[in-house]
């Protein structure tokens, strides 16, 4: 366990630093200079455009920029926004707005999506099991935008249970519809995913040997089939605890949540590099971390996974 | 719908009386796909969709650009005037709102079949390549993946798109194509390492084929089946990422029709002219069901398992 953990985290290194080098030369490498950008529609004094790029660092070439970036990160400095915030700042206050919505979200489609995928795995070819099909198709079709919309205008608009955007991004009471709205494609598809390996399980020889047995119902589905059927659905969750938190770019916008998909927003739209890049990194953390886990709850889901 | 139905009816009769043959598996899918409904429904929305996108003008005769802002601006549907520019009504630029429902068919469209056809081949090719080869082929291709495989779609394909200063329809293809092949990678590569080890493809290197024999002649046709469904239900998942990206402002600009572009600017307007949303939001999740549904069909028909 402890050799396999290491080893994964080994492999990892390569991954992390070439997912930080690609999205370090998608940012820098753009048309149009973030530097001279900061004076507007008028020109730049040359000498204190000169001074100003000297300061951030962006008056080398881009090889040498790269190994000073990759450095500084590697003593945990993420650099400056062009306005001379610190980048680890901005993430600090975002993160932890995102990380609330991310996991409310994951929260919501792991119980809901889980839950409903059980009963109509259970359930077959009936009623119930059709409406899920049906209803969970209309949900992943149905766009992020429209849906927000939708929620937005009949929730806060006609019920006028919540306002309509969030107005204090720390609050998981306002956080709730938001959560909802990022989480209900991927719910939709953790349904899918569960409903598929339930009924595929119900029929395997383990699930007669345990009613044979005499054991009771809950235990048959909890111990027995839930277990054995969870392996797709949280391969299916480890990524996407990671996309929730780089996808809700247009939730957060929608219920104006000041949050990671918001900052990267701005960010991507003011060129800044160092930002763009510097939440980048702490998205792949996330991916990564997430992606280890999941590997070893197979071990934990399925006995026969050893990891010596 | 009725001219799919004439094509498929006299296939079918002619078949039934002759003994069954046995049929390869690509037309035992086509076989079992015929006969479902779901099928039918979402092949006749495409093709619906399609001719939108080929001959808009077949379907309108006014022009999705023209506003009249004095006399149309956020004009009410007029929910009797079938085919006509207000039947539902006109946007805030005075546009009318059916036009640009058809129009708005070609960049979706294009940008779907474009992207998923740009990320079968290219990630259908490493995805080959790796599982053929194995070893160090293998342990490269298989990273590389990995490290765009963490960077969110949407993130990146808004990073790619922010360096082009005026973009198309094609560069919202290149944006989706450069993030998304990783998918087809992984999937093929999964394929193409199980087909590998058949008794088929040793006695075909046993008999001297070439590489590229034993690659497409009798690995690919045998590996294709799961990327083929992966990528018909991704298209419909790409014309929601182009619909995104345009409703954020970074994907199609305006002279192009999208309604992403539509969706973004009716928002705006939500609360007094609630129709200038409905209309775009509605056509892109039909086209967005229609590529899922018939995805769903496919996977059912090739994946005999789950029948």
């Known amino acids: ?308 | 719908m009725p001219d799919l139905i004439e094509k498929t009816a006299p296939a079918t009769g002619s078949t039934e009386p002759k003994p069954e043959k046995p049929r390869s598996l690509g037309s035992d899918a086509w076989h079992d796909l015929r006969k479902r409904p779901i099928f039918i429904i979402s092949a006749a929305l495409i093709v619906l969709l399609i001719a939108f996108a080929i001959a808009p003008s077949l379907f309108t005769s006014v022009d999705p650009r023209a506003g009249d802002l004095r006399l149309h601006y956020l004009s009410k549907p007029n929910y009797l005037h079938f085919f006509q520019a207000d039947w539902f009504g006109y946007d805030g630029q005075g546009r009318s709102i059916y036009a640009r429902m058809i129009y708005g068919a070609r960049a979706s469209v294009v940008v779907g079949i474009c992207v998923t056809a740009g990320v079968t081949v290219l990630g259908g090719l490493a995805g080959m390549i790796a599982g053929y080869y194995g070893g160090w082929v293998d342990a490269v291709i298989s990273r590389v993946t990995d490290m765009f495989f963490g960077i969110p779609l949407l993130l990146g394909a808004l990073v790619v798109l922010n360096a082009f200063t005026t973009r198309t329809v094609w560069s919202v293809v290149f944006a989706l194509v450069a993030l998304g092949w990783t998918q087809m990678t992984r999937v093929m590569r999964g394929s193409v390492i199980t087909v590998k080890q058949s008794d088929y493809v040793t006695a075909a290197k046993a008999l001297g084929a070439g590489t590229t024999r034993i690659m497409f002649k009798h690995i690919l046709p045998n590996a294709i089946a799961p990327v083929i469904v992966v990528a018909t239900i991704a298209l419909g998942g790409y014309i929601a990422t182009e619909a995104t990206l345009s409703f954020l402002g970074i994907g199609l600009q305006d002279p192009t029709i999208s309604w992403g572009i539509d969706i973004n600017s009716a928002q705006k307007v939500l609360r007094t002219a609630p129709f200038a949303l409905f209309f775009p939001a509605g056509m892109l999740s039909v086209t967005v069901l229609a590529f899922i549904m018939l995805g769903d069909a496919v996977r059912d028909a090739l994946d005999p398992k789950l029948r």
């Open chain 1, 1 to 308: 366990m402890g050799r396999f953990v290491a080893r994964r985290l080994l492999q990892m290194i390569p991954v992390f630093l070439g997912t930080v080098t690609i999205i370090f030369f998608m940012t820098r490498m753009l048309p149009g200079d973030p530097a001279a950008a900061m004076w507007g529609d008028k020109a730049a004094d040359p000498a204190q455009l000169a001074a100003f790029k000297h300061r951030m660092g962006l008056d080398v070439s881009i090889g040498q920029q790269y190994l000073n970036y990759m450095g500084d990160l590697f003593r945990g400095n993420f650099g400056e926004t062009l306005a001379g915030r610190k980048v680890i700042d901005v993430i600090g206050e975002a993160l932890p707005v995102t990380v609330r919505l991310a996991l409310l979200a994951f929260v919501f489609e792991l119980v809901v999506g889980v839950g409903i995928g059980l009963l109509a795995g259970l359930r077959r070819g009936k009623a119930f099991d059709k409406v899920t099909l049906v209803l969970t198709l209309l949900l992943i079709s149905i766009p992020v935008p429209v849906l927000g919309f939708i929620f937005q205008n009949v929730f806060a608009i006609q019920l006028k249970w919540i306002t309509p955007t969030v107005q204090d991004s720390m609050n998981l009471g306002q956080l709730m519809l938001p959560a909802i709205v990022l989480g209900s494609l991927s719910l939709a598809y953790v349904a899918r995913l569960t409903r598929t390996s339930i009924a595929e399980n119900v029929k395997s020889d383990y699930m007669r040997t345990a009613i044979a047995k005499g054991l009771p119902r809950r235990k048959v589905i909890g111990t027995h089939l839930l277990r054995n059927s969870m392996i797709p659905v949280v391969t299916f969750l480890g990524t996407d605890l990671g996309a929730l938190m780089g996808g809700a770019i247009v939730t957060e916008g929608i219920f104006n949540v000041k949050g990671v998909g918001n900052a990267l927003y701005h960010a991507i739209n003011l060129n800044e590099g160092a930002t763009v890049s510097g939440f980048v990194v702490v998205l792949v953390l996330v991916y990564l971390a997430a992606s280890l886990i999941v590997d070893l709850l197979y071990a934990v889901l399925d006995p026969r996974i050893r990891y010596a």
